[in-house]
C-alpha cells in the first residue's frame, strides 16, 4: 500500500511524493471490507483509538452453500471487540485518507489527481516516473510502484514474466443500506460488533466465493469470480449477486435493503508461484502490483499484506538512501523484511492452495458433497433404522463422482498448507 510505504519513508527523514490517481486518497480503491489490525500496531501505536472503523468483527463465520441449503462455522467471541481488537470493516476511502494524514503529517508531499504514465529510466535504472500533469516528470532515486493488479510499471521495468488469467479473480460488491438497528439484529450482534461470512458454493460453477461484511449503516456483498471461467460464460457477476441475494441463508438477512453502491476490483489469487519479481535497480513492487494477496478459503486476507508489503519498501528504500546504494542489491532489504515476517512466509507456507481451491471439486463437488452428507445425517426416516455414518459417507462420495484418492489427495494438499 502506498501510503504505508510513504509513512515509513517520511518517517526516516526521507523526501517523499506520494501520487494518487484519483481526487482523494482510496477514490480509486476497492477492496471488501475487513482490515486487520496486528500488521497496525507497529505502524501506527494504538490505532483503534483513531481509525475510522465501521465495526469490530466479533462474529466469523464459514458457510457452505448449495441450492437452497447451507452449512456454517460459526465462531463468535467478545475478545474480538475489546482492544487490541482483531479485524475491523471500513470504507477504504476512509482508511486510506487517515492514512494519507498521518503520512503527510511525517513529512511526505501528497499529489491527487495524477496518473503516473511510466517510469523514466537511466543507463537501465529507474530513476523517476512520468506523470499526466505539464511537465510530468518526477524524478526519484527510489520508486515504490504500488499500481495495482496488472502493475503498468513492473511489466514495463520487465518484472512479470506473463499473464495467468486462471489465477486472477474479479470481486463484484454490492454495498447496501440498512438501519443499524436492523443489522444488530439479524446479524445477531450490538453496538459496534459486526459480522464476517465468507461463503463456498455460491458462484454458480465458476471459481470463486462470496461474502457479507457489516457496516455501520451497511451491508457488504458480494461474490469474487475467476476471470477466465467468467468469460466463456453468459452470465454476469450480478445475476450471480442476485442469486446469493435470493438464497435462504442470506435473503432474510438482507430483506429490504437498498443499493448503496456498486464495484468491482480485480484480485490476483495465484500466490506465492505467480508473483514477480519485486526488486529491480531504483524499484520496488508492493501490495496487488505484487500480487501480495492471500486467497486461501478460510482466510481472504489483502490489505494487510498491501499494508505490510508497503511498510516494507518504504524501510527498505530508506535504508538503501542512507548508504546511498539503490541498486537491486542495496534494495534487497525489502525482500529479506518480508521474507522474514508474515508476508512471504504465509505466501510460501500456502503455494499450493490457491490451485486446491480454485478447483473444479472444492468449488462444485465438496459444496453439495457436504451438504448431502449433513442432510442424511438429521434427516429422521423411521421407521428405517440410522444408517451410520460411514455408509452415508461412502454413499455420498459414490453418488457425488468423488473419488476417495481425489479427496485424500486433497485433502494431503489442504494439511500441507494449512496444517
Known amino acids: 500500500m502506498a501510503v504505508a510505504a510513504a509513512l515509513c519513508a517520511a518517517r526516516a527523514g526521507r523526501s517523499v511524493v506520494l501520487v494518487e490517481r484519483g481526487p482523494f486518497p482510496g477514490s480509486k480503491n476497492m477492496f471488501g471490507g475487513v482490515v486487520y489490525g496486528r500488521i497496525l500496531d507497529g505502524l501506527i501505536p494504538r490505532w483503534w483509538e483513531e481509525m475510522p472503523i465501521q465495526r469490530w468483527v466479533t462474529r466469523r463465520q464459514t458457510m457452505v452453500v448449495d441450492a437452497d441449503r447451507s452449512l456454517s462455522i460459526d465462531y463468535r467471541t467478545g475478545a474480538w471487540g475489546r482492544p487490541p481488537y482483531n479485524g475491523a470493516t471500513v470504507y477504504r476511502p476512509d482508511l486510506d485518507a487517515w492514512l494519507a494524514e498521518h503520512a503527510v503529517a511525517a513529512g511526505a508531499q501528497l499529489v491527487c489527481s495524477t496518473t503516473v504514465l511510466g517510469l523514466i529510466r537511466e543507463d537501465g535504472r529507474v530513476v523517476g516516473v512520468r506523470t499526466d500533469r505539464p511537465e510530468g516528470e518526477l524524478r526519484a532515486q527510489v520508486v515504490i510502484a504500488c499500481d495495482g493488479v496488472h502493475s503498468f510499471l513492473a511489466k514495463e521495468a520487465g518484472l512479470y514474466d506473463g499473464f495467468d488469467p486462471h489465477y486472477f479473480t474479479v470481486g463484484v460488491k454490492e454495498t447496501l443500506s440498512l438501519p443499524s438497528d436492523v443489522i444488530d439484529e439479524r446479524f445477531g450482534v450490538r453496538g459496534r460488533d459486526g459480522v464476517d461470512i465468507e461463503i463456498l458454493g455460491c458462484t454458480g460453477g465458476i471459481p470463486g466465493g462470496g461474502f457479507v461484511y457489516t457496516n455501520r449503516e451497511s451491508v457488504a456483498l458480494g461474490v469474487v469470480l475467476g476471470t477466465q471461467a467468467l468469460a466463456a460464460q453468459d452470465r454476469r457477476p450480478e445475476e450471480l449477486i442476485a442469486e446469493?441475494?435470493?438464497?435462504?441463508?442470506?435473503?432474510?438477512?438482507?430483506?429490504?435493503?437498498?443499493?448503496?453502491?456498486?464495484?468491482?476490483?480485480?484480485i490476483p489469487e495465484g500466490g506465492f508461484r505467480h508473483m514477480p519479481?519485486?526488486?529491480?535497480?531504483?524499484?520496488?513492487?508492493?501490495?496487488?502490483?505484487?500480487?501480495l494477496c492471500l486467497a486461501a478459503g478460510i482466510w481472504l486476507e489483502g490489505v494487510n499484506f498491501a499494508i505490510g508489503s508497503g511498510m516494507a519498501a518504504g524501510q527498505a528504500a530508506a535504508e538503501a538512501l542512507r548508504l546511498d546504494d539503490v541498486t537491486a542489491?542495496?534494495?534487497?532489504?525489502?525482500?529479506?523484511?518480508?521474507?522474514?515476517?508474515?508476508?512471504?512466509?504465509?505466501?510460501?507456507?500456502?503455494?499450493?492452495?490457491?490451485?486446491?481451491?480454485?478447483s473444479e471439486r472444492v468449488q462444485t463437488a465438496y459444496p453439495r458433497l457436504v451438504a448431502n452428507i449433513v442432510e442424511r445425517i438429521f434427516t429422521v426416516d423411521n421407521p428405517n433404522p440410522k444408517p451410520g455414518f460411514n455408509r452415508i459417507v461412502r454413499d455420498e462420495l459414490r453418488r457425488a463422482g468423488v473419488r476417495t484418492r481425489d479427496l485424500a489427495r486433497d485433502a494431503l494438499e489442504g494439511l500441507k498448507g494449512f496444517g
Open 244 to 266: 446469493l441475494k435470493a438464497h435462504p441463508a442470506i435473503a432474510p438477512l438482507v430483506e429490504g435493503a437498498t443499493l448503496q453502491e456498486f464495484s468491482a476490483h480485480v
Open 277 to 291: 519479481d519485486l526488486v529491480t535497480d531504483g524499484l520496488l513492487v508492493a501490495g496487488d502490483a505484487a500480487a
Open 329 to 358: 542489491a542495496g534494495l534487497s532489504g525489502y525482500r529479506r523484511r518480508i521474507e522474514t515476517n508474515f508476508v512471504l512466509a504465509d505466501h510460501r507456507k500456502l503455494a499450493g492452495v490457491a490451485d486446491l481451491i480454485l
